[in-house]
């Protein structure tokens, strides 16, 4: 037809056509998640747009997505009733990378990443993924508020060119048509399967809140003459009635007080496979610097691989609805690697890679907000006055309280927060329970520091000599035993102003608990003990920095002390541990 134009691509586009056809086949499924996405997003446009004019719904308000499998012509077709576009609105849309961000993406990848689909398959291809599976792709599209002849027939084969013609085209929206290469359309790969076609779509969109729909099929027995009574024979047929496939509602979208514990129990399930209902969750819609919505859930059990540095961890990340990844571990910092749960925003690009994540300032906003909402979470679990919730945070505490140590060091912001939940035994009491605050309550007058001890476990800490004088004393001391505590404490000095002491390391100063007798005998001490002091530094020679006489010990004749800020004998044993 004279009417047929041709054009050839941006450079930018045809690059990214070559990466996605050499590099995503083992990701061709992501095919289906973007054409959905973008016929989603084609309506929401509409729907923004009708807000402002209500005729562009032409009689037709009912936004939906409808995938249609051929197998005769081997083809996929994805229609929609959305905006829709005119014949410059395809040109522009479909033959250029209208995004800035994705041409810089694709420019700082160097050639080994270009060549993984994994990375490629994440940063999201939108609507050049169907020429992965596709060698013909055909678009039909008619813009809302246009005549029907005002339609347009977009086509290529996805190498250098593409062809505009108009058409007319009665209803308003997009029919997308991918003709399927011959591995795509036989055999094991092959996507004329309307079962996988259902599947990818409920792996992928199930939360998108429109209707995605496929022909209903029905079984159909053969006719059978009368008399006949051999059991009749049949098979399964198309019929022309649609139904929809996806549930059409994230449980996140809705509002909590319409949410009843046993959904949010199910949606847990579903996402972690964890067996067990969680501890407890937290689900708002955060308005600020980004908007988005946290679904948040801490599980009753520590995993297996909590400590190790393979652990996966992170929230499933959604923008719009749109499923984009799994693990998404910018979302949350280290030390709250066992939260589960869903972040979904409308902020962000669709075609976010963890790459770009790591380095928006809007993800770490997002990630500034799940810590406080986790730690606010805690600590009202904490700080109940309910059995319940008292009952919920001890669990907690026993599965988790250790990965939270971290956060001491790793999140300074937030310091103050995590050492308030901090439950350890004491010298006093071998549960642990007692928190900084409450041993504040119980220190003894002029006592100017919080004491605490680092050992391999209680009983080594219990018959510590360092521990001497202050049972002599009466004085409590913190006795903290897991492996963590030693590394975190270096981040925690003070707690609510009152310095933090290790009674292991450097000189202890019991200020005015020591009386002046003590100090008196201590002073006299140094002098008549001199000698032996001389004799011992000189046999321990290298083996000992220094020797000296201490008022420490009440029972034991020596022990062995760190200087400040040197690696304790359980620090280094943490760290040969960890492989370092
Ligand atoms: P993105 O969705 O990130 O913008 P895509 O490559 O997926 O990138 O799509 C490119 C553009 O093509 C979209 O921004 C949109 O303008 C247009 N487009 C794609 N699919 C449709 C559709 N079904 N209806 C209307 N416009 C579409
Ligand atoms: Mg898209």
């Known amino acids: 037809t004279p009417e047929l134009k041709k054009h050839t691509f941006e450079a930018e586009v045809a690059q990214l056509l070559h990466l996605v056809t050499h590099s995503l086949y083992s990701n061709a499924d992501i095919f289906v998640r973007e054409l959905v996405s973008n016929a989603s997003d084609a309506c929401d446009k509409l729907r923004f747009e009708a807000t402002n004019d209500d005729s562009l719904y032409e009689d037709d308000g009912e936004l939906r997505i409808r ?101 007319t085209k009665a209803t308003r929206g997009t029919a997308i048509t991918l003709h399927l290469k011959e591995e795509y359309s036989e055999g094991e790969d092959s996507y004329l399967d309307r079962g996988k076609i259902k599947r990818l779509v409920n792996k992928y969109s199930d939360h998108i809140s429109l209707p995605i729909q496929m022909r209903k099929e029905v079984w159909q027995e053969d006719e059978v003459e009368e008399g006949d009574d051999t059991p009749a024979n049949g098979q399964m047929v198309l019929t022309d009635e649609w139904e929809t496939i996806n549930k059409a509602s994230a449980l996140w979208t809705r509002s909590a007080s319409e949410i009843e514990d046993d959904e949010y129990v199910d949606f847990y399930k579903n996402i972690t496979y964890d067996m067990d209902a969680p501890l407890t969750w937290t689900h708002n819609r955060v308005e600020g610097r980004v908007q988005y919505t946290q679904l948040l859930y801490i599980p009753k059990k520590a995993p297996v691989d909590l400590y190790t540095r393979e652990q996966q961890h992170g929230l499933k990340l959604y923008v719009k609805r749109v499923f984009i990844m799994d693990e998404a571990e910018q979302l ?232 400040e800020g040197e690696l304790s004998p359980q620090m280094i044993q943490m760290l040969k541990q960890m492989g370092q």
């Open 67 to 167: 995938i249609n499998v051929d197998k005769d012509a081997k083809t996929i077709t994805f229609t929609d009733n959305g905006i829709g576009m005119n014949e410059a609105d395809a040109i522009e849309n479909l033959g250029t990378i209208a995004k800035s961000g994705t041409k810089a993406f694709l420019d700082k990848l160097s050639e080994s990443q270009k060549q993984d689909g994994q990375l490629i398959g994440q940063f999201g291809v939108g609507f050049y993924s169907g020429f992965i599976v596709a060698d013909t792709i055909s678009v039909e599209s008619r813009k809302a508020g246009e005549t029907a002849d005002k339609g347009v027939r977009w086509v290529s084969d996805g190498t250098g060119s593409f062809t505009v013609e108009p058409i």
């Open 332 to 563: 949350l910092p280290m030390y709250l690697r066992f939260v589960k749960g869903v972040i979904d925003s409308a902020d962000l690009p669709l075609n976010v890679s963890r790459e770009i994540l790591q380095e928006s300032r809007d993800v770490k906003s997002i990630r500034d907000g799940n810590a406080r909402r986790i730690l606010t979470l805690l600590a009202s679990l904490a700080n109940s006055e309910d059995s319940d919730k008292q009952e919920k945070f001890a669990q907690f505490y026993s599965e988790f309280g250790d990965v939270i140590k971290e956060g001491l060091g790793e999140d300074m912001g937030n310091q103050e927060r995590i050492a308030k939940l901090l439950r350890y035994a004491t010298s006093t009491n071998d549960k642990v329970e007692t928190s900084f605050e409450d041993y504040k309550g119980r220190m003894k007058e002029g006592q100017k520091a919080i004491y605490y001890l680092t050992a391999d476990n209680l009983a080594a800490a219990k018959n510590s000599p360092q521990l001497e004088l202050f049972k002599k004393k009466g004085i409590e001391v913190i006795l903290m035993t897991s492996r963590v505590d030693e590394w975190a404490m270096n981040f925690l000095t003070s707690f609510d102003e009152t310095p933090l002491q290790n009674i292991a390391k450097g000189a202890v100063d019991l200020g005015d608990l020591q009386d002046e007798a003590e100090k008196a005998e201590a002073e006299k001490a140094q002098e008549t003990m001199k000698p032996v002091v001389d004799k011992l530094k000189t046999a321990l020679g290298e083996r000992a920095k220094d020797v000296k006489v201490s008022t420490r010990l009440v029972d034991s004749p020596a022990c062995l002390v760190v200087g």
